[in-house]
Nanobody
Framework: EVQLQASGGGLVQAGGFWRLSCAAFGFTWEDYTIGWFRQAPGKRREGVSCIVNRDGTTYYADSVKGRFTISSDSAKNTVYLQMNSLKPEDTALYSC???????????????????????WGQGTQVTVSS
């Protein structure tokens, strides 16, 4: 059974950094793509970043490119989201999702598939104070 658990949310000042973790179990690691999404109150869910475990390819939304870094540790079955230069507009509930997707061509493709996945971790709140 595929299971994901997101953790690491907290309160951080603007300009600071924070790291989220997504522990994922129950599947063949290299066959899956894992992504992070976020949703702020009153706003639509936004795909933030994803990583293709088979080859380590990463994708980022324009809103976080250059500030966030996604990484994958197969030994720990964990995907991390390192968030730097945080802004108040990064405040949101962050969730991770996984899907059997060994090949990815575009972030839109990956995020579209992940959005429809049945495999989600619970959200973890990140609040960036100004």
């Amino acid at each position: 059974e595929v299971q994901l658990q997101a953790s690491g949310g907290g309160l951080v000042q603007a300009g600071g950094f924070w790291r989220l973790s997504c522990a994922a179990f129950g599947f063949t690691w290299e066959d899956y793509t894992i992504g992070w999404f976020r949703q702020a109150p009153g706003k639509r869910r936004e795909g933030v970043s994803c990583i293709v475990n088979r080859d380590g390819t990463t994708y980022y939304a324009d809103s976080v490119k250059g500030r966030f870094t996604i990484s994958s540790d197969s030994a720990k079955n964990t995907v991390y989201l390192q968030m730097n230069s945080l802004k108040p507009e990064d405040t949101a509930l962050y969730s991770c999702a996984a899907e059997n997707l060994p090949v990815v061509f575009t972030i839109d493709q990956a995020m579209g598939v992940l959005s429809d996945s049945d495999y989600w971790g619970q959200g973890t709140q990140v609040t960036v104070s100004s």
